[in-house]
């Protein structure tokens, strides 16, 4: 028989994975740095030199205003694509008809370039924060519903009859047998969406925006700045990278805690 694995065990797993984690990391870091003296090129910088600029820019609270502004472009454009995208998947997959009928819109739409969205809304909207949170929020709708269309089909029966047998009423029914089930669902496009929302952000502020990473990235590719270019792609990691760990990863475990 297969035993259980004691807690200590573990906890000594989960050390390793962060031992390993370190070391990869160090890896890279070395070799960027063996890359950047054979090339002894002002466009392949080394690490400290990036992370020189780093601190510059922290200092002189560039960096900080900068990621803020994206990081507040993030949050209204990925609050507005879930709950659209969620209400239109929830409501493909509980009506045939309307999944039918729209399909062909979602292909569209999932097939439809970000590049030309983001196009169109300044065009129309002009060069305001509405165009650049609309560009955003157009691009992850159709993910959104897409993935919540799947969770909305794979509702069991089973449960849906025994909450009606027990007479739950619509409210406990929607709290304790449909929500459960669809947080996963959720969770899932709320983590895959906050990546491509990170990146399709970089890219409106690069074209229309006069502040945020991305329109700092751009001032630097005009400037042929590799090493703020590396100092800013960085420290966006950096934070994604936190939020990823201290709020997206719990949240998604969370979710999935029902499940046996």
């Known amino acids: ?61 560039e960096l900080w205003t900068n990621i803020a502004a994206t990081l507040i472009r993030v949050a209204f454009s990925f609050v507005i694509a879930m709950f659209i ?31 030309v969205i983001i196009v169109l809304c300044y065009i129309w909207f002009g060069l305001t924060e509405v165009a650049a949170i609309t560009a955003v929020a157009v691009n992850k709708i159709p993910n959104v519903a897409v993935t919540m269309r799947e969770g909305a089909r794979n509702l069991s029966k089973d449960l849906e009859e025994m909450a009606c047998v027990y007479r739950f009423g619509r409210w406990k029914t929607l709290r304790h047998v449909t929500l459960p089930q669809l947080a996963p669902f959720f969770a899932a496009s709320a983590r895959s969406g906050l990546a491509l929302v990170w990146k399709i952000v970089l890219v409106v502020e690069a074209f229309g925006r006069s502040n945020g990473v991305g329109h700092q990235l751009n001032i630097a590719f005009q400037l042929f700045d590799v090493p703020m270019i590396l100092a800013y792609a960085l420290a966006f990691v950096i934070v994604v990278q936190i939020i990823e760990m201290a709020i997206v990863q719990p949240l998604l475990a969370r979710a999935n805690i029902w499940r046996r």
């Open 1 to 61: 028989m297969l035993k259980a694995v004691s807690a200590p065990t573990q906890q000594r797993f989960k050390l390793g994975r962060v031992g390993w984690s370190l070391i990869s990391l160090l890896a890279l870091v070395a070799l960027w740095e063996i890359a950047a003296l054979i090339a002894r090129s002002r466009y392949l910088p080394g690490p400290w030199a990036v992370v020189e600029v780093m601190i510059r820019e922290a200092e002189a609270g």
């Open 85 to 115: 995208g969620s209400a239109i998947g929830l409501a493909l997959g509980k009506f045939k008809g309307a999944d039918l009928f729209f399909d062909s819109w979602l292909i569209f739409f999932l097939n439809l370039p970000a590049l």
